[in-house]
């Protein structure tokens, strides 16, 4: 990721009665539009990969808290169970209300 260089704008100011320029403004211009568009896409683009590792660290937290809260610090593994099509079992019973299997 890299830096993003802030610009500070300044506003154009002029005096209505005579015209006169208080402040010069700072100018715009396609370069600092696309700088500003640089800055807001690659903002976007990181919060998205942090947003899946937060995502990731929950899931793993979860498992880690019910294996736990189960008395169950030896069974772990990463399966949210939304689907059994890759999953084996071969004892118990699974609840898909609690997401468990039940011996």
């Not at 830096?3 to 715009?28: A, F, M, P, R, S």
């Not at 539009?33 to 899946?52: F, L």
């Given at each position: 990721?890299s830096?993003?260089t802030?610009?500070?704008?300044?506003?154009?100011?002029?005096?209505?009665?005579?015209?006169?320029v208080l402040q010069?403004?700072?100018?715009y211009?396609a370069?600092?539009m696309?700088?500003?568009?640089?800055?807001?896409?690659?903002a976007?683009?990181e919060?998205?990969v942090m947003?899946t590792a937060?995502?990731?660290?929950?899931?793993?937290?979860k498992?880690?808290?019910?294996n736990?809260?189960?008395?169950?610090?030896?069974?772990?593994?990463?399966?949210?169970?939304?689907t059994?099509?890759?999953?084996?079992i071969?004892?118990?019973?699974y609840?898909?209300?609690?997401?468990?299997v039940?011996?």
């Amino acid at each position: 990721m890299s830096i993003y260089t802030k610009n500070e704008w300044i506003d154009h100011i002029e005096d209505v009665d005579t015209g006169e320029v208080l402040q010069v403004g700072t100018l715009y211009c396609a370069r600092l539009m696309n700088h500003m568009e640089d800055g807001i896409e690659s903002a976007h683009s990181e919060m998205i990969v942090m947003e899946t590792a937060v995502k990731n660290m929950q899931t793993k937290v979860k498992v880690l808290e019910d294996n736990l809260i189960n008395n169950m610090p030896h069974n772990n593994f990463l399966e949210d169970l939304t689907t059994l099509d890759d999953i084996n079992i071969v004892d118990g019973i699974y609840s898909p209300i609690l997401g468990k299997v039940y011996y």
